[in-house]
């Protein structure tokens, strides 16, 4: 079974449209991330969502709205397209990383969707 | 916020050689450093990763090392094979609920038969 998933997995549109990715995960995280890989394989995270609440934003313009319905899902939805956002977006998903009691420090590994295609027109 | 540079952008061994990948990051308050591995058209997937309570850490093939002091740790693969091409890159974050990871640019491993 796929643990991260996302549709659509290519994404052929005219500039100025409007479309959404969608990313569903069955890991039991709940902590959910986006990032963008350009064409020069850069990987840069945009968001990240933890128990459905924004904890990561960085700077992406706000044409580009993630929304997440619930812990399993985070969806990105992107207005006005430009040419520059054609990219490779790859959803993600953790346990969240954090400090227990006592102050240890947890980190867990980020799990990859198989990436969505985005090319505008 | 944290800058990670990681060299050599491409790198080309023989099957059976040696391949060591750097970088170095700049928040000395990073304490977690992963190394995902990109198959051509394929998801980035974890392969190793390091603590900074940790100088070394070995998994097969694969082993990184970490010095904090310099800040800067390397990817060592052993007896490298076909089925090791792919890019690579490293990761820096600091821990905590706010935790994100900082990627390198990657490096393109070619191993050649």
């Known amino acids: 079974d796929t643990a991260v998933s996302q549709t659509p997995k290519y994404l052929v549109t005219q500039m100025g449209n409007d479309k959404s990715i969608k990313c569903e995960q069955n890991l039991g995280h709940d902590t959910m991330y986006w990032y963008k890989q350009d064409s020069k394989k850069f990987l840069k995270i945009m968001f990240s969502y933890n128990n459905k609440e924004l904890i990561i934003n960085e700077t992406v313009p706000n044409r580009f709205s993630p929304k997440s319905p619930d812990k399993a899902h985070l969806n990105l939805h992107i207005n006005s397209l430009e040419l520059g956002d054609s990219a490779v977006y790859f959803c993600?998903?953790?346990?969240?990383?954090?400090?227990?009691?006592?102050?240890?420090?947890?980190?867990?590994?980020?799990?990859f969707g198989p990436g969505t295609r985005l090319t505008v027109l | 916020g944290e800058n990670v540079e990681q060299h050599p952008s491409t790198l080309s061994v023989q099957e059976g050689d040696s391949a060591v990948i750097k970088c170095t990051y700049s928040d000395s308050a990073s304490n977690y450093f992963p190394w995902y591995k990109q198959e051509l058209g394929k998801r980035p997937q974890l392969i190793i990763d390091i603590r900074s309570n940790v100088g070394e850490k070995k998994d097969q093939r694969i082993a990184v090392t970490l010095n904090k002091t310099a800040k800067h740790f390397s990817l060592h693969i052993t007896e490298t094979q076909p089925e090791d091409s792919a890019v690579y890159f490293c990761a820096a974050s600091i821990g905590g609920s706010n935790y994100k990871l900082t990627f390198g640019k990657g490096t393109l491993l070619t191993v050649n038969p």
């Open positions: 993600a998903s953790s346990h969240v990383a954090g400090t227990s009691g006592g102050g240890k420090t947890t980190y867990n590994e980020q799990f």
